[in-house]
Every structure is written in C-alpha cells, then in structure tokens.
C-alpha cells in the first residue's frame, strides 16, 4: 500500500523559508505527476504546484509563483516544495498527492506565518 508522509512544516515569521518534503512509500510501478496542496482553515483544498513524473516541468498557482520551487528526487521517491519569503496568508496544511488518480491522502505538515 501506497503512502504519503509530509514534513518539514512548523512556524516562522514572514519573510522566512521553510522546505517541505513527501516521501511516498510503497509500490509505485512509475514515477508520477505530483502535487503539493494545501488547506488553510475554513477554506477549500487548493493545488499550489505541481511537477512532471521526470521533473522537467513545474507549474504554480499565481500567488506562489517566484516564492515556491517544486522538486523531486525519484531516486529516494521524495517530493519538495522550497517556500521562500513566507506571508501569513500562506498558512495552512500542505500535502503532496498524485495529480491525476490522488492516492490515499497523507496527515500533511503544518505551516505557520506569523506577522
């Protein structure tokens, strides 16, 4: 069975960096699309980027472009997401998924920006 372990999250104060990981467990017969989301409180579950299986293409949702980088190792089947100059509206539980057929979801990690 497939899983998803998230970590890295904590607190930190805007304009601080933190660096997530996912590391997916299990048998996955190929690498695929990944994804990193997140939920902030009361608010709907939002894709916040993604990366091709081979990692050659990322893409983000406009309020994180030139802050986050999306990566990936497949060699250890992990996933990153480099946050840079945190803002408080970026709070909330972020995990990976696969982007087309989602697995099981994981416990995610939680971030904090304070002001």
């Known amino acids: 069975q497939v899983q998803l372990v998230e970590s890295g999250g904590g607190l930190v104060q805007s304009g601080e960096s933190l660096r997530l990981s996912c590391v997916i467990s299990g048998s996955i017969s190929v690498p695929s699309t990944m994804g990193w989301y997140r939920q902030a409180p009361g608010k709907r579950r939002e894709l916040v980027a993604f990366i091709s299986s081979g990692g050659s293409y990322t893409n983000y949702t406009d309020s994180v472009k030139g802050r986050f980088t999306i990566s990936r190792d497949n060699a250890k089947n992990t996933v990153y997401l480099q946050m840079n100059s945190l803002k408080p509206e970026d709070t909330a539980v972020y995990y990976c998924?696969?982007?087309?057929?989602?697995?099981?979801w994981g416990q995610g990690t939680q971030v904090t920006v304070s002001s």
């Open positions: 998924n696969r982007l087309r057929i989602p697995l099981t």
